[in-house]
Every structure is written in structure tokens, then in C-alpha cells.
């Protein structure tokens, strides 16, 4: 059983570009949460979707947007990117939308590493 | 402003000795918070969580410890062993957003 996979690993973009990153849940999983990592900070929220529609949304600008597609698959869009953008980008699954009172876990990808030169 | 706190950014204990990684937060309505550990290269993975109506909860060697009027939180592993170094992230439940605030991690390094 395979978990949450994330493409690309590794992604070199350069200022004011747009960049879309992958994440595949779980078999199962039907919700998908994003959060961002920058280089000695902990995982910040950015998005969690489940069953196709926005269930939260932490303090990011509107740059950065999100959808999920009926296979529960997800995409993460940045547009405009910054070089304040580079950080490890981290999606994260669950059967269904995260809440401590269900006693949900979340289950986090590898990643996708991106650089903003 | 950081809610969640992890002061230390680095730890390095004996293998086989107790490893304590400390944690604090800001915001009393805080009722639920995890911990996760991170290896390089790969994502955080759960490790043990606790609620606000227990002040201890264990598994195996790992025991997490709540201290509500001092907003503080605690992971005790023992014994140590050198597989367990990796970097410890303290998390709170964001609550309705079903969203987790993490702190910035203790690198812990278990020496043999």
C-alpha cells in the first residue's frame, strides 16, 4: 500500500513565475491538506480540501490556490512566486477532513522541495 | 507570534538514557496536541498525541506528559536508542479548520 505520494521532488523556479505541485492521497483518503515548511520552521497550514471543496484555509495570500480532483487527488498553484516561496512543500491525508474530536491522523508526503531564484 | 514553542533546536543524548523534548503554548483553548518525528528526506510521521482531559499518555517507550496551567508539553523516550534521532515536532489542534500548528522542532541526536 503506497502513501501519500508528491511530484515533483525537486523544483527551481525563478520570481514572479507560476508553479504547480502533485500530491496523491492515500487509497481511500479522501481529504488533502498543504502546508508549507520554510528551512528551520515548523509546517505552516495552507489548505484542506476534502471531498472536492475547501474545508480550511490558514493565512496565506491569494496567490497561493488549490483544488482537488474526484480521484481525491490535489494540486497546489502559486502564482507570482516570491523568494520568500522557497520551502518544503508538504501535502497530507486523511480518510475523511481532519479534526482532532474524530481522533484523525494525518499522514504527510515527502515533500516537494521548491527554490525560488 | 508563535502559539506553539520548542525552545530547544537541538538535543543530543546517550543511547539508552531518557530523552526529554519540551514544548510550550500560548493559547489555553489549545485541547489537543501530537507530536511528530521527521527524518531527513522524509515527512513528519505521527508518534503520539494527547488531549486536554489527560495530563500523561504513553506508548511503548514513548510518554507524552501535559501540564495544562503551565501550557507546557513534554515527550519523554526511553530508552534512546539512535534510531530515534530525527527532528520532534510539537503540534496543537488549530481546531475548526481541522488544521495542526506546529512548532520548529528539537533535532534530537542519540549517540551509541
Known amino acids: 500500500d503506497t502513501g501519500v505520494t508528491q511530484s515533483p521532488t525537486h523544483l527551481i523556479k525563478t520570481r514572479g513565475q507560476q508553479v504547480t505541485l502533485r500530491c496523491s492521497p492515500i487509497?481511500?483518503?479522501?481529504?488533502v491538506s498543504w502546508y508549507q515548511q520554510v528551512l528551520g520552521q515548523g509546517p505552516q497550514f495552507i489548505f484542506q480540501?476534502?471531498?472536492?471543496?475547501?474545508?480550511g484555509r490558514g493565512n496565506f495570500p491569494d496567490r497561493f490556490s488549490a483544488r482537488q480532483f474526484p480521484n481525491y487527488s490535489s494540486e497546489l498553484n502559486v502564482n507570482a512566486l516570491l523568494l520568500g516561496d522557497s520551502a518544503l512543500y508538504l501535502c497530507?491525508?486523511?480518510?475523511?477532513?481532519?479534526?482532532?474530536?474524530?481522533?484523525?491522523?494525518?499522514?504527510f508526503g515527502s515533500g516537494t522541495q521548491l527554490s525560488v531564484l | 507570534d508563535q502559539q506553539v514553542k520548542q525552545n530547544s533546536p537541538s538535543l543530543s543524548v546517550q543511547e539508552g538514557r531518557i530523552s526529554i523534548l519540551n514544548c510550550d503554548y500560548t493559547?489555553?483553548?489549545?485541547?489537543?496536541f501530537l507530536w511528530y518525528k521527521k527524518y531527513p528526506a522524509e515527512g513528519p510521521t505521527f508518534l503520539i498525541s494527547?488531549?486536554?482531559?489527560?495530563d500523561k499518555n504513553e506508548d511503548g517507550r514513548f510518554t507524552v506528559f501535559l501540564n495544562k496551567s503551565a501550557k507546557h508539553l513534554s515527550l519523554h523516550i526511553v530508552p534512546s536508542q539512535p534510531g530515534d534521532s530525527a527532528v520532534y515536532f510539537c503540534?496543537?489542534?488549530?481546531?475548526?479548520?481541522?488544521?495542526?500548528?506546529f512548532g520548529k522542532g528539537t533535532k534530537l541526536s542519540v549517540k551509541p
Open positions: 497530507a491525508s486523511s480518510l475523511v477532513v481532519y479534526s482532532a474530536a474524530t481522533n484523525e491522523k494525518l499522514f
Open positions: 480540501y476534502y471531498e472536492k471543496e475547501e474545508r
Open positions: 487509497s481511500g483518503h479522501k481529504s
Open positions: 503540534a496543537a489542534d488549530g481546531g475548526s479548520q481541522g488544521n495542526l500548528i
Open positions: 494527547i488531549s486536554s482531559i489527560k
Open positions: 493559547n489555553s483553548m489549545f485541547d489537543y
